[in-house]
């Protein structure tokens, strides 16, 4: 079964990478939580006023949240486990 990561970056200072979720599945799966993450990823803002999701490509979005004080952008992204040693 493939593994798949979804993560969060912001570049906002200081610039953090968080990993969102991890998931165990074919890449339509993948890329249905992806999306799911993109239209509901929140960390930050208390107050949301709006969300803006761009797509960059089917497995990257920026994520940019309004709040009533401030804006944070997120890169949600996916990847796929190719290869793992033990």
Excluded at 49 to 56: A, D, H, P
């Amino acid at each position: 079964m493939p593994k798949w990561i979804i993560t969060a970056h912001t570049f906002d200072p200081p610039p953090a990478m968080r990993t969102v979720s991890t998931i165990e599945g074919n890449e339509a799966e993948a890329l249905q939580e992806l999306l799911e993450i993109a239209r509901t990823y929140n960390p930050d803002i208390k107050k949301v006023t709006r969300r803006e999701i761009y797509r960059f490509s089917e497995r990257q979005y920026l994520v940019r949240i309004h709040g009533s004080w401030n804006e944070v952008e997120y890169v949600v992204q996916l990847g796929e486990l190719i290869g793992e040693t033990q």
